[in-house]
């Protein structure tokens, strides 16, 4: 997307929402320079993406235009009213209409391009570009004859109750791991984030994008990369039923507050006791999807 065009790629739509939550959560501050270049490096991608997410963003009037060059954080932009939705660009609302679709049942498992073409009357590129999206998040493969089949999600209480077993034993277990390393800015603005979310009290999907992310900070830290890769795959499978959900205001309050005890605790240096917590969190959120 060049500026002025009003049709933004799914890429593009997803890092304008990234841009717009780091605005919104304080972690970039009004005045800010929004750099591609930083951009580009935070969310590896390449600068062209960010060019385009950028002028969505103003052409929303949610960044303003610098004088000199490039965009900046306006004095409106951290909404007093919680996060501002985004319009969808057609391949983001194929993909959350597949999704619904699929976690409601009324996709079977096996599917054909034809089929999902006469069904939601979308072109053959923006269907292909989904399902690759899909195919890449782990959701869905392509059969060996023809089709598609999706693969096994967390969409019953049981495979959710599963997953968190498994995060039981992965993501304590990094918190201890001798190359665990936090830097004192990235737990700050964790912490941020999470009194931010207490305070606005955020829709499901926006939650669960930050929970999503104060677990991931925690396996990067850990300096062990299959303990990141495990948490990034179980996230991925999270996101198809969780985001979709309505965000109840006590699980967030709840999960703030546990989430701010395991950043007190390491921040004190008791990386044991942090990995007690974050395992109790975790078993108190496992009972709770079970229930569901």
């Known amino acids: 997307m060049t500026q002025g065009t009003s049709h933004p790629t799914s890429l593009q739509v997803k890092l304008a929402a990234q841009i717009l939550a780091a605005i919104q959560s304080g972690e970039f501050a009004v005045g800010r320079h929004l750099k591609e270049v930083e951009l580009a490096s935070r969310f590896g991608v390449s600068r062209s993406p960010i060019r385009g997410a950028l002028a969505y963003l103003a052409a929303q009037s949610l960044i303003q235009p610098l004088p000199q060059q490039g965009y900046g954080v306006p004095a409106h932009a951290r909404l007093e009213r919680g996060p501002t939705c985004l319009p969808l660009c057609e391949d983001e609302d194929l993909y959350r209409r597949l999704i619904r679709d699929r976690l409601t049942r009324h996709l079977p498992d096996q599917v054909m391009e034809s089929d999902l073409l006469r069904r939601y009357g979308v072109g053959k590129a923006t269907l292909r570009r989904c399902l690759l999206r899909l195919s890449e998040e782990g959701v869905i493969q392509r059969r060996h004859g023809h089709g598609w089949l999706f693969l096994p999600t967390l969409n019953t209480p049981q495979k959710r109750y599963e997953s968190y077993r498994y995060r039981m034993l992965v993501e304590p277990a990094g918190l201890l791991e001798s190359t665990f390393a936090l830097s004192d800015e990235r737990l700050a603005q964790c912490r941020q984030q999470q009194l931010e979310l207490l305070d606005r009290l955020p829709d499901g999907s926006r939650f669960f994008a930050a ?28 996101r198809l039923s969780e985001s979709q959900r309505t965000a109840d205001p006590e699980h967030v309050r709840l999960s703030c507050r546990e989430h701010l005890a395991i950043l007190d605790a390491l921040e004190q240096g008791d990386n044991e006791w942090a990995s007690t917590l974050l395992h109790r969190h975790l078993e108190v959120a496992s009972r709770r999807h079970l229930r569901d």
């Open 211 to 238: 929970n999503a992310e104060f677990h991931e900070l925690l396996a990067d830290a850990s300096g062990n990369s299959y303990i990141l890769q495990a948490v990034r795959q179980q996230n991925r499978l999270r």
